[in-house]
Each structure stands twice: as C-alpha cells, then as structure tokens.
C-alpha cells in the first residue's frame, strides 16, 4: 500500500492535513495506475468516442450502444493478468466475473464472453501449460455455471509471455433502452451493498496489478463464485423491472474505496458509510482491509427509501445478503466511520481523480537493431513445412479449449466459434457480430502498425459474417510506463488505434489500460487486444458448406510482409523484419466490396487472411468443408515474390471468398465497381490441399493429414505436455 | 396446454426452454420458484438444464431436495408427464424420479458439442411423434453427463423399454451410449442433450426437425389429455 512521495504531499495539500491511516488506504487504492489510470488518461482522450448511435451517461461501466428498436448493446473489456499469472484458475474466472458486473451495471443482461489467453511458449514449457490449462478451467467453470455463453475469442503463446499470463475477457450485454440505469442519487437516499461477504482475499488487488510481477502474493488474488454472482445477475435484473436501483457500480479494483468515491464523485454526492455494516467473511477484519477487499461478486446500490422494502425482498428470493451500509448527503465528501467514530472524510473529488502524470517516451532502441529485411534459407518441401505450421500452437484449432465452453447458452450463438467472427442473434430481429484479435509479434516489430492491424484483423472477421462495424473496443496491455521506451510504444499503438477509428469513423466505446506486465525477465511485447462489433439487419453469412467445382477468389494485393509473421519465427526462428502495413483507403474499398458480394448473396463462404497468410487460411476453409482445392500461385496478386513469403506473407485487407460459378460474373461486376485488385486463385474438389506453381506442385498435402494435425495438436500438448 | 418450467437457483436454461414453449410451438409456460407450490392444473412439468446450487456438493442433489420436489414427485405419480433436460435429468436422478447416475464424461472436462440421438422408446409423451432409431441432432453441454447403471439394473431397463435415447457415437463414455431414460410407467423422461436448443434453424443449421418433434410429442399428449 503505497503512493509516490510527490503524490503524498499532493495528498497533505489538496485535504490540507495529513490523511488518516484509512484515508490514507483509500487514496493508495484508488490512485493505483490499475484504478486511476494516471499514465494514460491524458492521451486517452485522443480516440473518438462518439457516434450517432452511442449512448454515454455518468457513471457508466460499459459502453452502451443504440441497436434499434429500443434495444441496446453493452460491451465492456478488461484483464485479470497478474492474478492470472499466479492463480490462474481464479484469477481467469474472477476475470470473467469482474466484466460481467459492468455489464450488468447498466442494467443489461449479459449475452456473451470473449476470452483472449496469452502464455508462454507451450511447446518448451511445462509452466506455461499450467496456466493455460487452468485458465481455462477456470473460464469454463465460471462461463458456464452463470449461464452465459462464451462464444469466441483467442489464444496466442509467445516466449515473452513466459512465467506469465495475459487473461482478457470481453462481454457482451443486451437490453430495453428505457431500462438502462441511468446512474442519479439525491439526499437520502441508501447506499446498500448486495452479494458475497467482504473478506481478506484480494486485498490491495489493484496495487498488485500496478506493479511488475515479482511476488506470488496470492492473497491478491480473487476467490470465484460463479453461484453468487449468477443470483446476483438475476437478482438485479429483477430489482430493475421493479425500479428498485437509482445508481449501481461493480466492485472491481479498489474495492469499496473505489466504487464510493467514483460513484458520488460521477453523481457530485457525498457518501457516508458505516464499516460496522458491511456484511463481512471475517469476524476480525479491519475497517482499512474492508475499504479496500476486492472480494468478488459484489455490488453497490442506490436505491430510494421506499424501495429499500422491495429491494431486501428480491435479495432474500435469491438468498443473497442485502446489507444497508450508508446514505447519500450532499456535502461530495467520502466518509468512513465505525459506529461514531470517524475514520475518514475527504472530499470525493480528491479521491476519485488521482494526479495525472506525463510520462516521458522514447523510441525503444531494440526496434533499431531488429534487421528490416530478412533473408530466409531456402526451404526444400513446403509441404511439410505447412504440416509444421498447422500444428503450431498459434496456428492450430482451439477446439481443445472452446468445446469446454458453453458456447450455446443463451440459445443467440447463430454462428459458432471456430472461423471468423461468432454472431448473436438479438430480439428485434437483427444480429450482432464480435470479435477480439491481438498480435504481439506484428506490435513488437512495429507498436502503431501492429496495433492498426490488429483493429483491421477484427473488422475483417466481423465483415466475414456479413456485419457493419459500429464501435469497437480496445484493450492496451503493455510493460513499465515508467520507462520511456514502453511509453513510446504504447502511445504509438494508441494513435495508430486512433488513425484509423477517425478514418474508418468506428467508435471507441470502451477500454483498458493495464501498464506493468512485466516479470523478472522483462517486459511483454506490445500486446493491444481489440474488440470490433458489427451489426447485420437481415441474415448473417452463415459458412455454406464448400462443393466440388466451387472458385476460390482472393479479395486484396499479396506484399512482401513477413516481418512479425508466425512463419519466419516458427519456422526461421527470425524476429524482425517489415510488419503489415494496412493502406486505409485500401482497406475500405476490400472492406466495402467484400460487405457488398456478401449481402447480395454471391458469397458461398467468406475467411480473412491474417496469422501463417494465405496458405494457412485456405487450408482451414478446406479442412472445415473436407475437401481439397487446387490453387496456382501465379493467380494471387503478388510482386514477383518467392513462394514461401507468397504463401506465409501475413498482409492485411486480404479476404478469401468462396463463390459458386454461376455467380463469377456478378461478383467481378461488384469488385470492378468498387475498384479493388482480386484474383481468381483455384477451385476446390479432391482430398488433397494443392498449391501448384505454372504446372509444378509445390504443395500437396492430404485432407486427413492436415485435419488432425491440426485439430489434435493443440489437445495432444495439454494432456500429454 | 399449461406447462411448469421449475426455476432452481442457478438454473440457466429456463429462459431457453420458456422461450421455445412459448414462442416456437406456442405451448403456455409459465415459471414456477423452486419454493412455490405448484397449481394442480398444470399439464406438464419441465426441469430445465443450468448449475442448481453451483453444482455443489454433486451436480442435481441439493435442488433434489427443493421444497417443490415433493410436488413433482406427486405429479409424477399422477402419470403427469415430466420432462428432465441436462441439469433437470440429474435432479430427477437425484430425486429418485428415474434409474442411474451421471458422472464426470470421461474427458473429464465440460463438454459444448454437437452430437446426434438415437430415438429407442418412442411410446414416452415426448416422443411419441418420433420414429423409432429415428436419429436427432442434438447438443450437449455438461460436465457430468456419462450416465451409468450396472449391468443388472441396465437388462431391466431394456425389458421396460425404459433407454428412450441413445448416443449414435460414443460420446462421454455413458453406459450402453444411454442420453436419456424414462421411469417404469415413462411418464418421466430425462436426458443430457439440449432440445430446446435445437429446434431453430437459425440455431440448428443441420435439420432441426427432429428436436422439434420432441415438443410436438408433448403438444399431442397434453393437447390429447384435454
């Protein structure tokens, strides 16, 4: 429990005395970076957030968008990394737990998980398999048990992740417009603290995620209840329809410390609670343990007086403990007291908005002496070397880990995790597409093109299922802000974010910063995770099954881009190189085309290219369908390139679209139109995945082959690693 | 036609089971809290699939001894037809409403798949529009779905026409590839994969005929029982 020398005296001077030991707890909680985001505030405000059809209100966790029909969309992202690295079972499922409460805090419902995991290289190292087993565990056990569906997400292992883990979890919620709560209190009002008891776990939780990971200070770390926290759920949904909750906020980092002082600071009330009646899971706890416990499942009301009645009601159906812990005033002051004793009053403000720093940055000198162009050693068979690259962990099927979710729940999930985007229906008739991607490897090479490429990647797959983007979601994890070098590269991510949202004109509606994931070996690599929404008003694209005879037709220009790509690491052992660049206007005009083939119906079947290129993504729609295909690499539209890099180039806006030859011409129709560059590379039939140059065969794999290195490998490394 | 959706705590397929009663075969369903009583007009009873109580202690047993259980149990003994899904099938265990046991799939790990049924009894009130070795695609979502019987208790099964489905492949290693069973007079019937989830071609792109049948099975019962 700390604050930094300057922030201490900035402390004395603002409250003009020094704080008292609890003040003191509470402040430390809340102006951690994890809490305050002191680094990154100033330079958040760079990326849009507005939009036509995005609702903000005070006191808001989640981004809420206007879907129609009085109906709107929540979405929220967060990580749990450092409880990950050390409990991964519980700090995965308290992760997943955090983010459903900020959903539900809007008062919507939550319909769906995404999970982004990142470990360490699971080939070499047995720990990492450790964790990436039990984070998934504990994703399932918690996901399931509420009863919300995971439907997508991914997972990427790379040796800057050793002894550490990345936990992201995105969710979904879905509700009535005029249900939203629209965070308000007045004097008088009650402050009530609803779900699990408050205990020692978790204790300076946000300070321990502020910090490099150097301790396994497992007490930091959250205990799950998913049982708890889906009575919860329906418990407040039900107190809702019965306008029971005027203000709400999710107990998340800081504890009770935070949830106070940002709630009456969004709302400019003074709260003042009494710790003597916080239902707690220790007889002994101390006031200052209680302020700043980040116990799960637990969350925090504003109800009216008379509604305090009906409330207790709906916690007592649900069996969960209801505790009224103090009242709203007027005087915008946080005050803790124990029965008459006053512990702390400061004003909320103060509390609530921590100093924001200026860090300085600087490009990191490993980016000069990383080579910018590669050599590659000649390979002899490709055909083995594509075998090699299905059964890379990054490139294999994460069957192993989503069939241990609960992806149909909720009975919305039209389209299934395993290809590009999964799609919701909702209630009035339209359907939401999401997806989250990262790619560390192309952010290390290059901070703002790797993360720029990590948003196309994800508008790609959303626009696969025939969707529009509306807003999107990002997620910036990166090392130490204090050393300039990692500031340099956090802020180059964000403002390649924020090109290309203001050109794409794709709102922000919601984000995190989690600075400090570094373990004693170093920081990780740059690893932004981005989360797009699309909407589709009509029908979604569902994958039609692929026949004998149908053409594959590749959407966008091939360049010489392996820099960052998983073929020169997994292959070459290289790390270097030019990433992809994603050419905006080029990126519209495939994006536009592609959207455009897919709603009149011309597409058959629609796959992005992105990790392990052209080869790798053709070679999933053949082993999705069981079938071969026959492609000439001459066809692709590529400069004169040597096969490998062709084949394993990781450029972005590229879309494969599987048409059926009666409607070749339409689509041509479409592409010239919209001006984009295209290629009609091969047809599928056969069992065998085919690449031939002019008339040699340069790749001949068979189905089967392919099929179970691929689908097996990822499962064989788990549980026999 | 009225139809009971018990709601345990932590039951999560509830919402799917009314919505699919109530707006796919416009069945009347209403819920009914695991403390209330239940009205004695009701046509029929459905269990629906989640975590009651978190799985805790072992999946189904705590919900087994709700205070409407005692309920269902007289309306079982009514001939009332009762219909188990996932987590309902292992209350109805627990209950002693139905033969056997589930236990941990042999991956042990929870499994989200889809799979294909194999229709054996088709005389129960939620099969009965069904073909006999009629085939259903199907998913399952559970942890605890490999039903197990000894071998004794499994002959007996067989002559009582009481396996009303099968797995067509093996699945999660379940006795004799049994997906669900019914009690001696069949009235109850249980079984680990998700109906309601298959009945919806946006949901079920494959044929979600077959699932539909099982809640048109009911409709001709209770519409027929009137």
Redesign the interface.
Known sequence: MSLAKQESIFLEKKIGRKPTNTEFQIVAAEWSEHCSYKSSKKHLKMLPMTGHNIISEKGLDSGVIDVGDNYVVTVHIESHNHPSAVEPYGGAATGVGGVIRDILSAGTRPIAILDGLRFGNIEKDPFAIWLFKNAVSGIADYGNCIGIPTIGGEIEFDECYTNYALVDVAAIGFGKKDRLIKNNAKKGDLVVLIGGPTGRDGIGGSQFASDSLESEDRSAVQIPDPFIEKLIIEAILEARNQKCIKAMKDLGGGGLSCAISETADSLSIGIELDVNQIHTRESDMNPDEIMISESQERMLIITDKNKLKKLQEICKKFSIICSVIGKVKDDKLMRVKKNNQTLASIPTNIVANAPLLDRPSSEPNYLKKLPKRIQLKEVSNLSNVLLKMLGNPNIASKIWAYSQYDHEVGIRTVIKPGLDASVLRLDNGKFLSVKIDGNPKHCYVNPRQGAIGCFEEAIRNVVCTGATPIGMVDHLQFGNPENPEIFWTFLESLKGLTDFAKFFKIPCVGGKVSFYNETPKGPIKPTPVIGVLGIIDKEPSHPQKIDRGNILIIVGNTNDELGGSEYIEYIHGIIGGTCPQVDFKTSKKNMTAVLESIKKGYVKCAHDCSKGGIVIAISELCMMNNIGCNISLEKISAKHLESDRILFSETHSRYLLVIDKKDLKKIKKVFTENNVSYGMIGNFGGNQILFKKGSKSIINLRIDKALSKWEKSLEELVIHG | MNVGVIVF??S??D??MF??LNDIFKIKADYF?HEKKLPKNLDAIILP???S????LRAGVIAAHSPVISDVKKMAKDGIPILGVCNGFQILVEAGLLPGVLLKNNSL?????WTRLIVENNKTPFTNKLKLHQKIPI?I?N?EGRYYIDNKTLSSLKKNHQIVFRYSDIVNGSTFRIAGVCNKESNVVGLMP?P??AT?P??N?SDHKPSSLIFESLIQTIGAAQ
């Open positions: 705590p932590g999560n397929c919402r799917d919505h699919v809290w699939g989640g975590f109580y978190g799985d805790r790990s929870f499994m989200c798949k998913p979502a942890r998700h309601e989830r919806e946006a949901i792109p």
